[in-house]
């Protein structure tokens, strides 16, 4: 499966937690929460060093691909996999056209003081509540499984070479960026667009085509965060200073230790909620020992990043 994050012009080998934890002596942190018992590894899922990678370049075909993929590699992307093709216009294009169209049916019925101020209050609250959505996915993805856990084993592999090239995320144009996201999210756009044809609420057709909508674009808010603001349209940075959309200082606090933080990727404003007394007291934390205490699952967050999946430095301006 392809990652939508990262890129490079190889293949790294994705190990289990515990494959790890038998082969190298762990680095954990020093956290409130490592009271708790459990057997030492370092960073999990790993990848190969730079010097142990696979270097696929132009040799590497589809099938090559799905073997790794089976294989539970983790599969970047070359330079020319950043571009746009027709197939990613067209399912973002349709996706969006969908949602449009459900928010129009909503907004249409939109004809006095209260159904505006409820519309109003709808956004909102699916502003809120994508940030949120979106923050424990990604605290989920960057914490749990590796590239071969089932449905998710792509968007999990495609964090983690994230976190290894932050930078890569910027170098991608547009639809090839958001098709991974409207993809999925077409079915349900036109599951929603189909209720509002049908006459549901008009709060309804407003919350949820504007919910779907931001959790998709939170790819690119990403993207954005990632980027200088001499790169970005003035109205982005307007956006972003004034916390409409994710910071590049919010969001690269997540780059930094303790790097079990800061999950937003819309707006930011449920990280101070989550975090807390990051990283003892976060909800995040408090999950994370309730998952460990029931399953014996640790997340990645627990550990230093290793040599293996740690960010690695930006050698040239292409991936
Ligand atoms: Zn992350
Ligand atoms: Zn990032």
Redesign the pocket.
Known sequence: MQSSLGTSRHTVQAQSPRAAALRQPGRRRGLAVLAIAAPARDGVPSAQPQSQRQQSGDSLTPAAVAAAASRGRIVLESAEELKSTWEHRAWTAGACALLAATLGLGLSGVDSVESTAGAGVAVLAAYFMADVGTAFY?WGV?NYGDASTPVFGGQIAA?QG??QRPWTITEREFCNNMHKLFRPASFFAAGLAGMAAAGAPAWWDVWSSSFLFLCCMSQQFHAWSHMKKSELPAAIVALQDAGLLISRKDHGA??KAPFNCK?SIVSGWCNPLLDGDCPENSVWMRLEKWIHEKYGVEPRGWYEPSEQWKEQERTGAAA
């Open positions: 990604h960057d964090f994230h976190h997540h780059h999950y």
